[in-house]
């Protein structure tokens, strides 16, 4: 975080190779990459940083803890804020992805491994891919996550074509 504080203060004041030139190190030497436009609250922590990726229009709040691999990223090459706002006290799990312009509420928990590409309300808990809402302000919602039953769009593709195989070779036969 000291590195990331003097990189933002170099990027504040548009000396921007120098900036990147202390982003680029501190990557190398610790597998956290932040950029040093992103905007980074008080009492922000990394667990186990390897692999965090915190995008340039990022903006997080305090109280903030990330674990191993999550990326704060954009979705495209767009201008502007392309990254995510992270509220006050949340919690980001292992490998999860936050993609886009999108805004997460205050005292919310991201589940491990969960993409969320859409607005967060605050006191929520989000898992899965794509990432859903399955608690808000201490309240279970109903969410379908029964991965065992989903079902598999490729196999109903080949499925499909095994069927028209089938019919045109009925339609072959004399």
């Known amino acids: 975080m000291v590195a990331y504080r003097v ?8 000396l921007f ?18 950029h040093p436009g ?12 390897m692999g965090v990726v915190i995008g340039e229009t990022a903006i997080i709040g305090d109280d903030v803890l990330l674990y191993q691999g999550v990326t704060l990223g954009g979705t495209g090459i767009e201008k502007g804020k392309r990254h995510p706002t992270i509220g006050n006290n949340v ?10 312009n999108i805004s997460i509420g205050d005292n919310s928990y991201i589940g491990a491994n969960a993409v ?29 996550l029964d991965h065992i039953h989903t079902l598999d769009p490729i196999m109903q593709s080949i499925e499909e074509l095994q069927k028209k195989i089938e019919a045109l070779e009925k339609k072959k036969q004399p």
């Open 17 to 34: 190779f120098i900036a990147r030139f202390i982003s680029q190190v501190s990557r190398w030497a610790t597998g956290i990459e932040i």
């Open 91 to 100: 919690v980001i799990g292992g490998g999860a992805k936050v993609l886009g």
């Open 38 to 49: 992103a905007k980074i609250g008080e009492r922000f922590f990394i667990d186990h940083g």
């Open 7 to 14: 990189a933002h203060f170099f990027y504040s004041l548009k």
């Open 116 to 144: 969320v590409i859409n607005d967060v309300p605050p006191n929520s808990t989000v898992v899965g891919v794509p990432g859903r809402i399955t608690k808000q302000d201490g309240k279970k919602i109903d969410v379908s």
